[in-house]
């Protein structure tokens, strides 16, 4: 038992940031389990003989992947996808546990944990690091692994199905569903308060651990409608046509409220930095998407932009496209010519990686801005010092891809 | 226009099923469709049993506290069906428009001329269900598909959800107001909801349970127990709540008004001093009706947003831990939290208490807070404590006791140390090979 907390502490030290996880684990000693293994509600079941057998170190880094499944949720997940794929047993079991293992191994180890002798990489599949546990269970076969890693078991905290050993919910010491959402959220901010301590892997985790990343797809489409669709663009009150209402009131003649369908500029950022197949397909769907909220391809037009705007371009159709570029970018240039042309557009749709100056003014119309996420270093040869501007505060941003 | 008005159908007894009667020897014509009613009456016949349900006791407690709720979840999922359970138990007629087929002005009120409209004035008439929401001076008004109103609808519902006023017809206080909307990913033409409006609602997820829907479609559907509030518990609930919500907040003004920032939370619910008033009110009766931290949880979430609420959540958490001077008063009875991270708080707030106004004998106190909880817990949460209050040692203090006690902790984190140095030692080993 002391060996086992020595352990955590070095996990403590090193893993400063997973401090409070660790110490909200409830140790349970029992000798059926094999190694060490965590169920849903945050106990930890450790066989006294491993402890044992293995050295403060080792046991340290044991600690951290264990509490990782739990952080990672990996029970909750474990079972959705063995509920959507219909994938029970204990073979499957096995599988999902691997999966989880997976994802996490590849980024807890080093830096002063050492990795554990028989611990489960990508690599033994020849697969690339990084994935998230669901992308490896779809991917990956995994059958030749099975024979050897019998043995291997984290516990339903790693897959989401009940051992015998386990305690289950009602048994003493256990985590409630809000208290586990409360330890992992305040992991979650600590690692967010400490940007550059932590490793890559756990900073992705922290950002998207309560905000997990939508369809880019679906926002960009819900972006474009409430631009378009919003209370001033391509409606206003009109005398063509009398209200409804002048039937209830003889003699009056009221204003209907008429809608206009909205024109919807596509300014594209053409510059180097910008890939063909990114363009083409984030095109595709505004062009989509502004057909759905009633605008006709007519009234959909596109400009390409690099450090100097093209011509505003209908679009009729897909294909007749030409982007022309390849530069720099200054989208001032797109957003200046888009307001100059003939017919003022309502909503302006920036397809952009970011790597330009924004119009220091917000434009008279509607502005939402489909971003290609780019490292956060990117580095410009020629000025080492230029850093891109955020998007202004004005424009719905989207990030694609 | 589209609206309906279900009065309460009187609820069978538990456990009991009233099957309908079956007509023996019924005419020749109509056969078919009085037995097809028969068949029909049988299949609705459907009993309850109690069953703790989380998301349908926070339902219940927020229109309870009368802020409006808005239920996100997946098209025939069971949202009516909840409403209608609701309605039932609250004993409240239910009144369901579907927003999204409605114009502004069905909302805001149609102008009607008088005799004299220069003098009096057009007035707005409300619809026909808001006159009778009124006549009958209760009921609970579900505004189904939301999220597929248009804007103009959106913004005209504003009046009524917040002012409850539709058109010049005040909703008397007795209505409560529940709405229902498809999230995102599935309303394929929806509009998304307007942060003003997201704002007043109270936002709870719906989601359906595997087990409830089979037992329910076999015949029995869940029925949650109503929190009840003790009476004797109100004053102390609203100070409580006050006091969570006031201390929270002083802490952190950042979260008091904070717009949706991405994309991803544009719909939902953010904090603004509207909604830490809601969140308020919620605390103050779900401690008042002793409900379960999940369920507070989800009316808090609900209320200000995920993060600000798990925070609040933290911060209630943290009322809960001892108070560190009472600790040191009585070191020998001390009652520690069991959870390891709370402990830890726990044991650290001692250790500041003690930095805060140092003295020898509230250092000593401290020490003996220590062996306690060497003595009731796992010792290697011991190691941060003690080593911030050894620190805090003056010269002419001598070494008590108690502190001898702890040496098993120091060897501890010895060991660990060891642990650490033996790692970086050999990879400084590996660098040089």
């Known amino acids: 038992m002391e060996k086992l907390l020595a352990a955590r502490l070095h996990a403590v030290k090193v893993r400063p940031y997973l401090a409070a996880a660790l110490f909200a684990l409830h140790v349970v000693e029992d000798r059926s389990v094999p190694t060490m293994a965590v169920d849903a509600h945050w106990r930890v079941y450790v066989s006294p003989g491993f402890v044992a057998r293995t050295p403060v170190e080792e046991l340290a880094g044991v600690w951290v992947h264990e509490v990782s499944h739990l952080l990672r949720d990996h029970h909750g997940r474990g079972e959705r996808y063995a509920r959507e794929h219909e994938e029970h047993g204990s073979g499957e079991r096995l599988r999902r546990n691997i999966a989880a293992d997976f994802e996490i191994n590849d980024d807890i180890y080093g830096d002063g944990l050492p990795l554990p002798v028989g611990a489960v990489l990508p690599s033994l599949l020849r697969l690339p690091d990084g994935l998230l546990m669901e ?38 010491h256990g985590l409630s569903r809000q208290q586990r959402d409360a330890v992992r959220f305040r992991v979650a901010e600590g690692i967010k308060g400490r940007p550059g301590e932590t490793p890559d892997g756990w900073r992705r985790w922290a950002d998207e651990a309560f905000h997990p990343p939508q369809p880019w ?16 663009v391509g409606e206003n009150h009109s005398y063509r046509r009398p209200s409804r209402r002048s039937a209830g009131v003889p003699g009056v003649l009221l204003p209907s409220l008429r809608r206009t369908p909205p024109r919807v500029c596509v300014v594209i950022d053409t510059s180097g930095s910008v890939s063909d197949a990114e363009l083409g397909s984030a095109l595709l769907e505004v062009a989509a998407i502004s057909r759905a909220v009633g605008g006709r391809r007519d009234l959909v037009s596109v400009i390409s932009c690099d450090a100097a705007a093209g011509v505003a371009v209908p679009l009729c159709r897909a294909e007749s496209i030409a982007l022309i570029g390849g530069g720099g970018t200054d989208l001032r240039s797109g957003f200046a010519r888009a307001l100059r042309s003939r017919h003022r557009p309502d909503v302006i749709v920036a397809l952009t990686d970011g790597q330009t100056p924004w119009p220091s003014a917000q434009p008279p119309c509607r502005t ?9 270093h990117a580095v410009n040869e020629r000025n080492p010092d230029y850093t891109p501007e955020a998007p202004p505060p004005w424009a719905h941003v989207v990030t694609i891809g | 226009m589209t609206f309906s008005t279900v009065l309460p159908a009187p609820v069978p007894a538990a456990g009991t099923s009233a099957p309908a009667p079956v007509r023996a020897g019924a005419s020749a014509t109509g056969t078919h469709l009085a037995l097809a009613d028969d068949l029909l009456g049988l299949l609705r016949t459907t009993t309850t049993e109690p069953r ?17 709720v808005l239920l996100w979840g997946e098209p025939g999922i069971g949202k009516t069906a909840a409403l209608t359970q609701l309605a039932t138990s609250l004993d409240l007629p239910l009144t369901t428009v579907i927003a999204s087929v409605h114009e502004p002005s069905d909302f805001s009120g149609l102008p009607i001329v008088g005799d004299d409209p220069a003098v009096r004035g057009v007035p707005m008439a409300p619809p026909q269900w808001a006159v009778e929401l009124v006549r009958a001076g209760r009921g609970l008004l579900f505004l189904d598909e939301l999220s597929t109103a248009t804007p103009a609808v959106q913004a005209a519902l504003l009046r009524v959800v917040l002012e409850r006023r539709v058109g010049a017809l005040q909703l008397p206080p007795g209505v409560r107001i529940v709405a229902a909307a498809n999230p995102r990913a599935s309303a394929a033409d929806g509009w998304e909801l307007s942060p003003p409006l997201a704002n007043r609602f109270v936002h709870l997820h719906w989601v359906h349970d595997r087990e409830v829907v089979v037992r329910g479609l076999g015949g029995v559907w869940p029925r949650a127990e109503l929190p009840r509030l003790v009476p004797e518990r109100l004053p102390e609930a609203v100070a409580f709540a006050r006091r969570a919500v006031c201390g929270f907040l002083e802490a952190r003004p950042t979260l008091i008004h904070r717009l949706p920032s991405t994309e991803t939370r544009r719909g939902g619910a953010w904090p603004s001093p509207r909604s830490w008033e809601a969140a308020l009110t919620l605390l103050a009766f779900g401690t ?36 560190p001077e009472s600790l040191l008063a009585d070191p020998a009875a001390a009652e520690l939290p069991v959870r390891g991270d709370l402990r830890q708080a726990a044991l650290e707030a001692v250790v500041a208490a003690v930095g805060a106004r140092p003295e020898r004998e509230r250092w000593e106190a401290g020490w003996a807070v220590l062996v306690r909880a060497l003595e009731t817990g796992a010792p290697d949460l011991l190691v941060a404590p003690a080593t911030a209050l050894a620190a805090l040692r003056r010269d002419d203090w001598e070494v008590p006791e108690a502190m001898e006690r702890l040496v098993g902790v120091i060897g501890l984190a010895r060991r660990a140390d060891r642990s650490v140095g033996r790692i970086t030692a050999g990879r400084e080993q590996g660098v040089r090979r």
């Open chain 1, 135 to 172: 992308e490896y269970l779809r991917t990956a076969s995994m059958t030749g692994l099975t024979a050897d890693l019998a043995w291997l078991d984290c516990g339903s905290g790693a897959d989401g199905q009940q051992r015998p050993w386990e305690l289950g919910p009602d048994g003493a």
């Open chain 1, 217 to 232: 797809r679906q926002l960009l489409g819900a972006a474009v409608r409430s631009a378009a669709g919003a209370p001033g």
């Open chain 1, 368 to 376: 939402v801005v489909g971003l290609f996420p780019r490292p956060a």
């Open chain 2, 52 to 68: 703790p349900d989380e998301q349908l006791e926070a339902l219940t407690l927020a229109v309870a506290a009368d802020l409006p």
């Open chain 2, 288 to 323: 008042a009706a002793s409900v379960s931290r999940e369920v507070l949880a989800l009316l808090v979430r609900g209320a200000v947003g995920d993060g600000p609420g798990l925070e609040l959540l933290a911060h209630l958490d943290r009322m809960d831990l001892p108070d």
